[in-house]
């Protein structure tokens, strides 16, 4: 990946019909000239994505990926629908300019949106950002996730996104049945860790906010050339939730090692110019308008558990052939990572 660019693209594999999509987008979209080019964004594990190029206009489409898919998985449609409501709030996120949920035009339901100039980074070191501005790139990255938990749901329209109200008893059970769905081999770790997550679920305190669901470094877009965030990325595990899980799930690069999914643990993070995990978290909660509650070890857990079963849904689609990405067998790997990281976590 280019220092300051967004993910790599490739010209796309004939996965769809691009004469298809572009007699669609005209008749959809105002003002199209000349013939699109359309390349795969690499990088990921989840919606396909796609650059589509007009000589006037810079467009972005994400699809369901093809063949059979876990249950609730990549849903595309509640991903276009989150991005639309948080138009115009202090979150940013890209412009969707439409959806359409049938399989006609490229095999799989999609959303188009504008696309966005910035940088993506692959790893939580930030490579090719300066040292001096890592601190405040991390700290703006606190701030849109405190800015995230305090948007009104009700008033931006996502009444129904969700339940409120014992959010991590439901997510246990959830990701366990997606562990169970996915499973083809046995991980020692990850049934213990998964044991303890299922038994050591807090009281429901009724906290209830729009959680993004994947928020980590690499699921944000940085300017260009300033450190502050002008799109969250990803969408499709958002729902209404419990803000814990989106603050314990953003601290786990500190947790885990650079060969676990591009981590910092074990870096200098004085010479990267990095905050502390203890940094980042009181600068979330100096950065929320309303109080928050408090970050604990079960959230951590939980969310080492739920991405070493999202890892294993990986591994699962890898064995299948339906993975989005390439090295989709390799990162599946990172499934006992993970889980190894929950155990200590826990012990």
Request: contains cysteine; proline residues 9%; charged residues 25%.
């Amino acid at each position: 990946m280019a220092e300051t660019a967004p993910p790599a693209a490739r010209p796309a594999a004939p996965e769809f019909d691009p004469d298809r999509l572009d007699a669609f987008l005209r008749g959809r979209i105002p003002g199209l000239e000349g013939r699109p080019e359309i390349a795969r964004i690499s990088g990921g594990q989840s919606n396909p994505t796609f650059f589509v190029t007009y000589p006037n206009r810079r467009l972005v489409l994400r699809k369901k990926p093809p063949g059979e898919l876990l249950p609730s998985a990549h849903a595309v449609d509640r991903e276009a629908r989150v991005l639309t409501a948080l138009a115009g709030t202090e979150v940013p996120v890209p412009p969707v300019l439409l959806f359409h949920p049938e399989p006609d035009v490229v095999g799989t339901p999609f959303y188009v949106m504008e696309r966005v100039e910035g940088r993506v980074f692959p790893t939580c070191d930030l490579p090719g950002a300066a040292r001096e501005e890592r601190r405040a790139m991390v700290l703006a990255f606190a701030e849109t996730l405190a800015r995230l938990h305090e948007v009104d749901w009700r008033a931006v329209g996502l009444e129904g996104f969700g339940r409120p109200g014992n959010y991590f008893e439901r997510q246990v059970a959830r990701w366990t049945k997606q562990w169970e769905a996915a499973r083809f081999r046995d991980i020692p770790e990850l049934t213990r860790l998964a044991r303890w997550v299922a038994e050591n679920v807090p009281p429901d305190d009724g906290a209830t906010a729009l959680v993004h669901g994947d928020y980590r470094l690499g699921n944000v877009m940085f300017h260009p050339t300033e450190p502050r965030i002008v799109a969250v990325l990803d969408w499709e595990l958002s729902t209404l939730g419990h803000p814990l899980a989106d603050l314990a799930f953003s601290v786990l690069g500190w947790r885990a090692a650079p060969e676990e999914y591009g981590g910092i643990l074990g870096m200098d993070l004085e010479a990267l110019g990095m905050p502390g995990e203890e940094e980042y978290v009181a600068h979330y909660y100096a950065s929320r308008r309303t109080p928050a509650p408090r970050l604990g070890r079960f959230h951590i857990a939980f969310a080492q558990f739920r991405f070493a079963v999202i890892f294993e849904g990986i591994a699962a689609r890898a064995r299948s052939g339906t993975a989005a990405s390439a090295d989709a067998l390799a990162v599946g790997e990172l499934s006992r990572a993970y889980a190894r990281r929950g155990i200590e976590t826990i012990s």
